[in-house]
């Protein structure tokens, strides 16, 4: 069962990915990553990518979609986290998951945004050492202060509440239509969790949807 993760930024998507790929053999695809690393291997599909990246042009659907579709043909399921972001996005996947006979579900990590924006402001970093706290859920001993050094921690840009704020309001926009998408009556793909649950319990709940959905008969 391919799993497609959908939620907004601190939401827990990157932790639920790497849990699942160490446990139950999943291969993670993030957008970013996979451009970067056909790029840099220098594939055919990187160079072609390379030509619309070093004019600062948006690299086409056309092209991510066989990225993807090459991801496919490793045996092992994939979770993507990042794509599809539109429903022209989604439908282009739909096909070409039909065409290697494989199927997918949506999983929306379902956050009260007042919640994670809490979590997200409040979080400070040493940066010599990448060690992060956060005022109310994991102090430093001294406010302001990393615990080992005593250096100041600082807090970064897309930390900031406004960055946040915007951040949120583009994964609203984009994301409503990609719920409605997969939620469809006619043909629901679309399972959510508590994202705001500890890990483990996140963890526990997607394992218990997809594996429902495969006792279900979903594809």
Known sequence: MNLILLGPPGAGKGTQAKILEERFGYRQISTGDMLRRNVAEGTPLGVEAKGFMARGDLVPDDLIIRMVEHELTYPADVILDGFPRTVPQAE?????????????????????????????????????????YHVKFNPPTVPGRDDVTGEPLIQRPDDTEATIRKRLAVYTEQTAPLIAYY?????????????????????????????????????
């Open 92 to 132: 282009a996947l739909d096909a070409l998951l039909a065409r290697h006979h494989r199927g997918a579900v949506a999983v929306l990590f379902d956050v009260d945004m007042g919640v994670l924006l809490e979590r997200l402001t409040g979080r400070w970093t040493h940066p010599a050492s990448g060690r992060t």
């Open 183 to 219: 939620d469809d009556p006619a043909d629901p793909r679309l399972v959510q969790v508590d994202a705001l649950a500890p890990i483990a319990e996140v963890t526990a709940q997607i394992v218990a949807l997809v594996r429902g959905g495969q006792a279900a008969g979903a594809p």
